[in-house]
Structure formats: C-alpha cells, structure tokens
C-alpha cells in the first residue's frame, strides 16, 4: 500500500524518564505514518516502548521530543478540547479503566457533557447497541459486568464522541481467549462502519493480524522495521530479531486466526 | 417508608408487585432505580453487621431524644428547687437532682440536643473543607500541593483539644464559638485521608480516560475523584463524632463550651464532679451518656467501613 496523505504522523519521536541525570531513553528517534482509515500495529516485547509511543500521542505524556502531527498539523504539547474529540483511547484493563461508581449511563454521558454534544439519551443508546450491549446494560455499575462487557463499555466511552482515530493500548490482552474474539471482531466491525482509523499496541502477533494492515515491529524503542500482515502471516522478515519473535508466536498466529475466522 | 414513596414519584412503572421486587429487579430500569438497589444492598450488609447495627440504634435513639426531648422531659431544666437538691434516682426524678435541684433526666434529654448539634455542625463543616483541600492537593500536585499540605500540617503540629482550647480563649466561650474552633482543629486529618485517597486513584485509568475525553481539572476532581473519597470520609467523620463529642464535653468541662445554665453534658458533668463522692449520679450520668453515644458512633464507623468500602463495590 502507497502512503497518500498522512493522518496521524510521528517524526523522530524520542521518550526519556527520570531525572535528568539518570534518565532512560524508552522511545528512541522513531518515525511512522498512518494513513486515514487505515489500522496499524505496533508490535514488540515487555517495555519496548510501545505503549509510551501511544501515551505520548494520546495527550497523557506530555514530556517528548520530536513532533507528533494530525492532518499535517503538528500537535501542540497540551492537547486541544477538539484533539480530544477526534482521538480517543481504549485501555488494557476494562477492570481499571471505568469508574467504579458510576453507572454505564453516566460513564457515556459524560464525554457529550464535556463536548456539549445534543440528543444524549439518543446516542447513549445508539452507542450501547453499536457495541453490542443491549438497554439492560444502561443502568448497571461496572462490577456487575464481565470483563469483555466493560471492555465493550469502555469501547462506547471512546466512540461516542464519534472520533476518527482510535488509539488501542493491547485492548484483549486483560480477557480471555473467547472473549478476545468476540472484541477483535466488534473492533474490526467497528472500523468497517464508521470509517475510523487504528493505532493499536500488542505484543501479541495474531491480534496485530488480525485487525493491522501495516505493523511497526519494535525492538528497544526503536522501530525495527515495518511489515504488512501478509508478511506477519507468512514470517517474512528482514531482521533478525523479527523472524525470531515471528517464529517463537507463528503458531499461536495460525492457531487463534482459525478461532478468530 | 420515606424511599418507597419516593420511588413512586420517580419511577411510575414500578410494578405492582411492590418494594421488595423492584428492589429485586434483576435489570434496573432507571439511574434511580439502579442507586436504590445499591443502597439496597448497602443497608442488607450493614444489617448482618451486629456491633454497627447496635451503633446505629443507640444514634437513632439519641437523635430521637433530642428530637423529643420538650415532650420527654418531666420537669423543667432550668427550675432551681433547693428543697430537693442532690436526691438519688426515684420514682419523683427518674435520674435524680443536681445540686441545684434540677432534674437530671430532663437535662440530659435537652443536653442531647446541644451535643448532637455541635456534632453535627462541626462535621458540616469540617467535611467539604477537608475533602476540597485533599482532593485539589492530591489531583493537582506540584506546589498547591506543597502550600496546602504545609497548612495542614501546622494544624495537625497541635494537639486537638490544645488547639480548640486556644481558639477558644481567642474568640471567647460559648457554644457557637465551641463550633468554630473544634471544626478549625479538626479539618487536617480529614484532608490529609482525601488527599492520601486520591493519590492512590489519580493515576488509575479511569481518571486517565476522563483526561483523555478532556475534562477540566475541577471536573476530574468534583465529579470523579470526590465520589470515590466520600466513602473513607464518611467513615473518618462517623469516627471523628466521637472526639467531637469529648472536645465538646472536654470544652464544657473546663467552663470553655456551652455556659453553666445550659445543660450541655460536659459541663453537667464537670458541676458533678464536686459531689461525685456523695451523689454519683449527677457526674456519673452524663458521663456515661458521653461514653454510650461516643461508642455508638465509633461502631457504627467501624460499620459503615464495612459496607462502604469501594473494594466491596
């Protein structure tokens, strides 16, 4: 696929942590472009960096250097009410990630307050059913709801603005293997419908194939090099490094993408 | 019931099966209807619970006094009848008289008043002071922070009664004053529970998420970080009544509270303490009011820790 114009685009993205004698490098000097409506993956170990990259876009790190750019234009450091509204962010863990107070109505209703969004009771609805939750979810606290119910939940939150980009920090990785299935199919669905745009993080192979057409392989806070999902399916790899993480999960890749069919 | 009225207002589709059922409903129908099945199970733990329970009888029982002390009480509280003073318990003063010939029943129904009054106006305004204060510390960080925490600490430097002691003197006795200077000595250490509370949930995903849809700081803080602290606080305050309650009574009792005609327990008790050797009860009854409601509200504390504790949903 031949990059057209770029929606979201990261140049020399670099990360560090801690005090300034002894700081960390995370994410060294990367550079990747999307392309609207398209998906991709970030793919690599524990504490490659991957998620930083997808905190730093989100607007929760604020500390990096280098440019992150929406529609061509850079993003400034503090984020945009309107950025808020265009990029939203589903978390890994649907058990931390929805007050524990609030009812899903609430949980819904409040991003169309912030943004002033007409017609709520309507779209709550809408969203809920999008998400496959029925009306008898409207009214429920989040621990009378399974793990992919809150993940569903948590899905709506994000799409109920209507953004165009979703950021996914490993969104099935907290869930087990059926449920899994049923969000990778509600996220792809998803997509489909309401033409949005993916960045998603795993470290897990068959999910980054089965939703990404393009993934960054990432090694130490670098991307490594960049793969489609045909050559995730069949491992071809340049590097090294790559073909080992292929070889070590292909099976599981060939395993879950029957389950996922 | 007060709730099963209020629901029929509110949800006209109650079906006719009544309270129980809808209370029952396996699918809330309403946010309503959802916060009373809630409060619901709530109040099902705290009556399985049976120290808090007793606690919370021994407080009904206390408000319902106070409430009804003008038609509970037999005699007149400030009549003086020095031809019938320090009589034991009898028929004629269920409690006996003071030194003055008062009777202490009757007193003590209207001293209930005073002590549950300065309870619970210093807990009003003792709470949103500490949960604002502790909350904003905790969320914003940084040198708010630093500034806000500093404050409290000069504050908690002293001990409570030391510091009420000393607004006290400043602003001169009385019960309104009494007020003021328990709720400026007890603020810090509520701030400090909100503020601890809220360190452990600013960084949680939940608050991450609402920063991420672009809430304002003070949305975060007011609609997402307050509801999660309310609980612990409810439970620091229930506990707090307690020490409010013996500053009150330590207060009255060094002639720094409520003044001598007024029946407030404290000083009630430190008039007793004259005749304590003679005539018991006029020290010994206030004295075991003062323990008897401190300890029921401890408990019921104890209790609604139990049941509030966001862990438990």
């Known amino acids: ?261 | 019931m007060t709730d099963k009225s209020l629901s029929q207002i509110a949800d006209p589709a109650m079906p006719a099966a009544g309270l129980g059922a809808w209370l029952r409903a396996p699918v809330p129908t309403s946010p309503f209807h959802a916060r009373m099945q809630q409060l619901w199970l709530q109040w099902r733990r705290l009556r399985s619970n049976a120290s808090a329970l007793f606690g919370l009888c021994v407080v009904v029982v206390m408000l319902l006094a106070a409430l009804l002390a003008p038609i509970l009480a037999t005699h007149d509280i400030y009549e003086q009848n020095l031809a019938a003073r320090l009589l034991a318990p009898s028929f004629q003063h269920w409690l006996g008289t003071d030194e003055l010939g008062r009777d202490v029943y009757s007193r003590l129904l209207f001293g209930a008043r005073i002590t549950l009054y300065i309870a619970l106006l210093t807990t009003v305004i003792v709470a949103p002071i500490g949960l604002i204060v502790g909350t904003t510390a905790g969320y914003l960080g940084g040198w708010v922070d630093t500034v806000l925490m500093r404050i409290v600490d000069v504050f908690l430097a002293f001990p409570n009664l030391i510091l009420a002691l000393a607004f006290v003197a400043a602003l001169g006795p009385g019960i309104q004053n009494a007020i003021i200077a328990i709720s400026l000595a007890s603020w810090p250490p509520i701030a400090r529970l909100a503020r601890a509370e809220t360190l452990t949930i600013r960084k949680s995903d939940y608050i991450a998420a609402m920063r991420l849809q672009g809430a304002s700081s003070a949305r975060i803080i007011f609609g997402h970080i307050m509801p999660m602290c309310i609980p612990s606080v409810v439970v620091r305050v229930t506990l707090n009544m307690a020490a409010i309650i013996l500053t009150a009574a330590g207060l009255g009792f060094l002639g720094l509270g409520a003044q001598p005609p007024s029946p407030e327990w404290g000083t009630m008790l430190s008039s007793g303490r004259e005749f304590v050797m003679t005539s018991w009860w006029i020290a010994a009854i206030p004295g075991t009011a003062i323990l008897l409601t401190s300890l029921a509200f401890n408990l019921l504390g104890d209790g609604l820790r139990d049941i509030l504790d966001p862990r438990h949903g």
């Open chain 1, 1 to 261: 696929m031949k990059p057209t114009r770029a929606l979201i685009e990261a140049i020399g993205l670099s990360i560090s942590f801690g005090a300034k004698h002894a700081r960390t490098r995370v994410v060294d000097d990367v550079s990747f472009r999307i392309n609207k409506g398209e998906a991709y993956g970030l793919i690599g170990e524990s504490g490659c960096g991957k998620s930083t990259i997808l905190r730093a876009l989100s607007g929760l790190n604020s500390d990096y250097d280098g440019a992150l750019t929406l529609t061509d234009k850079e993003l400034p450091k503090t984020r945009s009410k309107d950025f808020f509204r265009r990029v939203q962010m589903v978390f890994q863990d649907p058990y931390g990630s929805l007050h524990p107070r609030k009812i899903v109505e609430k949980v819904l209703a409040e991003p169309l307050a912030i943004h002033g969004i007409d017609r709520a009771s309507e779209r709550i609805a809408e969203t809920l059913d999008a998400v496959g939750l029925g009306p008898s979810f409207r009214y429920r606290y989040p621990h009378e709801l399974s793990g992919g119910q809150r993940q569903r939940v948590a899905i709506a939150r994000a799409l109920i603005t209507e953004p165009e980009i979703l950021l996914l920090d490993e969104p099935t990785s907290a869930l087990d293997v059926s449920v899994q299935a049923e969000i990778l199919n509600l996220l792809r669905r998803l997509r489909i419908e309401r033409n949005l745009t993916y960045l998603m993080v795993s470290h897990d192979l068959a999910v980054i194939a089965h939703i990404c057409e393009r993934a960054g392989m990432m090694y130490k806070g670098k991307i490594i090099e960049e793969l489609t999902s045909q050559q995730i399916r069949q491992s071809q790899a340049r590097q090294d490094y790559t073909r080992e993480f292929l070889q070590a999960t292909i099976e599981a890749v060939a395993r879950r993408d029957e389950a996922v069919a």
